[in-house]
């Protein structure tokens, strides 16, 4: 069955510290991997995406991720965290010839001043 | 660009109604998504339709359904509720044009449904 894993429910970071959000998953063949973020009371915002090409992504407010194939996982990271950071960040995929997104459980991020 | 809209933005039911969520995507978008978020299970896959389609769907009970119209509007209906309906559901448009791979899905606010 197709998943995806976030294994930690919350991360702590203090502010200007780097921050790392785990993600990996299980779908046959090479999926296409996004990253988004949710603010309190507000939809998903997108980050990024991986299409294909370099392993690294960069996306938006500073925000990056790897892919690393042989772990399957797919990670987010940024060099210095903000307070302003801090929000619920959703993993997904969608398997390429499909139209189905499957998302993680979330991680929440919590950035200390 | 006007973003994905949703209508309402909150709902309260008893158990046993029945309810009618609207989604209205971004202009030109062709393609929408519907997903139901839990803090518990995140966020569930319902289905997703193009040019009036069903193309996809998930892993729910026939009590969910759902259609999308000429203009793309969508809407999806939640007959005889259940408690555990409760949850914040979510729409996504994306353009979805030949030639483009896996195009960004953009969300709405979401509707935040309660059932008691």
């Known amino acids: 069955a197709q998943s995806v894993a976030q294994p930690e429910d919350q991360v702590n970071v203090a502010e200007g510290n780097p921050l790392t959000v785990k993600c990996t998953y299980s779908?046959?063949?090479?999926?296409?991997l996004f990253w988004y973020v949710q603010y309190p009371n507000r939809g998903l915002q997108f980050l990024l995406k991986y299409i294909t090409g370099d392993n690294l992504v960069k996306g938006s407010y500073g925000f990056e991720a790897e892919f690393n194939k042989s772990q399957t996982s797919f990670h987010l990271k940024k060099p210095s965290a903000l307070v302003s950071d801090s929000a619920l960040y959703f993993c997904?995929?969608?398997?390429?010839?499909?139209?189905?997104?499957?998302f993680g459980t979330g991680t929440r991020l919590k950035v200390l001043a | 660009k006007a973003g994905v809209t949703q209508t309402p933005r909150y709902l309260i039911k008893t158990r046993g109604q029945q309810v009618t969520l609207s989604c209205s995507p971004i202009?030109?978008?062709?393609?929408v998504s519907w997903y139901q978020q839990t803090p518990g299970q995140g966020l569930q896959f319902l289905f997703e339709y193009f040019s009036e389609t069903q193309r996809n769907k998930g892993n729910f009970p026939g009590r969910f359904s759902g259609r999308q119209f000429s203009n793309s509007r969508s809407e999806m209906n939640v007959s005889t509720l259940e408690l555990g309906d409760s949850a914040l559901y979510l729409c996504?448009?994306?353009?979805?044009?030949?030639?483009?791979?896996?195009?960004?899905?953009?969300f709405g606010p979401g509707t935040r449904l309660t059932v008691l």
């Open positions: 202009s030109g978008h062709r393609s």
């Open positions: 996504a448009s994306s353009l979805e044009v030949a030639g483009v791979v896996a195009d960004t899905q953009y």
């Open positions: 779908v046959s063949g090479n999926p296409y």
């Open positions: 997904a995929v969608r398997g390429r010839g499909t139209y189905k997104y499957i």
